[in-house]
């Protein structure tokens, strides 16, 4: 007897209904398998990209580079002998006005042994020795003395003049001992230690840090006109560093011109904190890195230092139309970057260099066009977001005196950096303000040609006079 048609019609159709459930289930099994690959194959390369990061091309110190960095490329021997070269112009140490002259004279001839008298040179040779003298501290013990009146009976005691300090130690040992914390970034132990074997007084950690705080306090107009120079100059340089306070990562923050430079410790690394140092209103050219901050100023020039960097990491990718690009706009900027500095050695002129930046920034526009439809997410952020600060990669093409880089800012920021490797940043308020000052006084001073300690000196002699502290841009010499 055959079997009924229609069961087994409907035996195949659950079959089928079956296999459609599971196809449609690896479907979506698949779909969400390939979602996972994508996700991890981004991490695979992000954490790569981390593993990878050196000073080449990235914010990673030289210091900090990993094992696996590519060393910089060998110089090519010149062929030349070590030293001076032929033709090369000494720098012998000029003869100065001597404090002391001890004159010599031959006693015997040199020839026969006869006793000599007679002087015949009128120009003898010149022989000088520079040396220092024993170091040591001067100790002046002012004694008040007290007189008896003869017609009232009252007893009236001597007062201390205007200029002698109250304290125990005058303007001299302070300033010293403040310039080598705050200046040569030494040790508050250290610090007294110097002062134990150098100048043979012994000072106590606690005293050291009164000094550098009574110091801290001389300088607060000082700092204070610095700001005023800052705000006024028509281009400065921005950067910011991590920075420990109180236990807690706070920020250093740096704002320089070419006149003058000041730093400021923030918790903080927004708007609020570049507040401190910057006016909102400020109407000149903010060099920078690309930090988001810094884009409330219409008028901006970016560093091409750092986006060499980011372009470097783009071209050491795996992706490779990615790779291309960041090959190409690392060509690119090492081109501006020479003819910026031809214009500085006078090699070029402005308008040289103008006419040349028309062909460059139209090829470097289609590299930003191909990177902001690039499938590598970092290459197509990157095309994107330089697409958006356009005029701002060529402020320094159209604008005299405005630097490719922030180079300036990082040189003026290096000593705080070295400040900070070399100690535990700062505790209290005190401190903090004492670092923001002399880094602030010891870089302006660097700037207008000020001999820092001897200014240093002037402004803690002012404080114990009662007047304010000399201008720091009426030093220079």
């Known amino acids: 007897m055959l ?31 390939e979602a ?36 910089p490329p060998p110089k090519k021997p010149s062929g030349r002998k070590p030293g001076g070269q032929t033709g090369h112009r000494g720098s012998n140490r000029a003869l100065v006005k001597p404090d002391k002259v001890v004159d010599h004279f031959p006693g015997a ?4 042994q006869a006793a000599l008298t007679e002087t ?71 610090a007294a230690f110097v002062c134990t074997e150098m100048f043979g007084t012994r000072l106590s950690v606690g005293t050291v840090q009164a000094m550098c705080e009574w110091a801290s306090a001389a300088l607060c107009g000082t700092v204070a006109e610095v700001a005023q120079v800052m705000q006024a100059a028509p281009v400065v340089y921005a950067d910011e560093t991590g920075w420990r306070h109180a236990g807690k990562k706070h ?15 923030q918790a903080g690394r927004g708007h609020e904190a570049l507040d401190h140092l910057l006016s909102r209103a400020y109407p000149g050219i903010v060099v920078s890195d690309r930090w988001h901050v810094y884009n409330r100023y219409p008028l901006r020039g ?32 090492y081109c501006l970057l020479r003819w910026h500095r031809q214009v500085r050695e006078g090699v070029m002129t402005l308008e040289g260099l103008q006419q040349r930046m028309r062909l460059l920034k139209g090829r470097y526009a289609k590299i930003l066009r191909l990177a902001k439809a690039s499938s590598h997410k970092r290459t197509r952020t ?44 700062t505790w209290g308020e005190a401190g903090k303000v004492f670092v923001e000052r002399m880094l602030t006084v010891a870089a302006t001073a660097k700037q207008q040609g000020v001999r820092f300690l001897d200014f240093l ?6 404080r114990l006079t009662g007047q304010a502290a000399p201008s720091l841009f009426a030093q220079a010499h």
């Open 3 to 33: 079997a009924d048609p229609y069961a087994r019609i409907a035996e195949l159709e659950e079959a089928v209904a079956e296999r459609d459930a599971v196809i449609a289930a690896q479907a979506i099994r698949i779909t969400d398998l």
């Open 36 to 71: 996972l690959v994508v996700k991890l194959m981004a991490r695979i390369d992000e954490l790569e990209r981390q593993i990878n990061r050196n000073s080449g091309n990235s914010s990673t110190p030289p210091s900090a580079n990993p094992p696996n960095a590519p060393k």
């Open 109 to 112: 001839c040199g020839r026969c």
């Open 120 to 190: 015949i040179d009128a120009e003898p040779v010149r022989h000088q020795v520079t040396d220092l003298p024993p170091i040591c501290v001067e100790t002046v013990e002012h004694r008040l003395h007290a007189s008896h009146c003869k017609d009232c009976g009252t007893t009236t005691r001597a007062t201390l003049p205007t200029d002698v300090p109250t304290g125990q130690f005058g303007p001299r040992l302070i300033a010293m001992v403040a310039g080598l914390s705050g200046r040569l970034r030494v040790s508050r132990r250290e």
């Open 251 to 265: 920020w250093l923050w740096m704002v320089s011109s070419k006149a003058a430079t000041v730093f400021k410790i």
């Open 302 to 333: 970016l560093c091409h230092a750092h986006l060499l960097r980011n372009w470097a990491e783009i071209a050491e990718c795996k992706d490779p139309e990615a790779k291309r690009l960041g090959e190409w706009a690392v060509s690119e900027t």
């Open 382 to 425: 990157m095309g994107t977001q330089l697409e958006g600060h356009w005029d701002s990669l060529w402020t320094f093409a159209s604008t005299p005196g405005v630097d490719p880089t922030n180079n300036h800012g990082e040189q003026q920021i290096r000593p705080a950096v070295l400040w900070r490797k070399g100690s535990f940043g």
């Open 457 to 462: 000196v002037a402004a803690c002699q002012a």
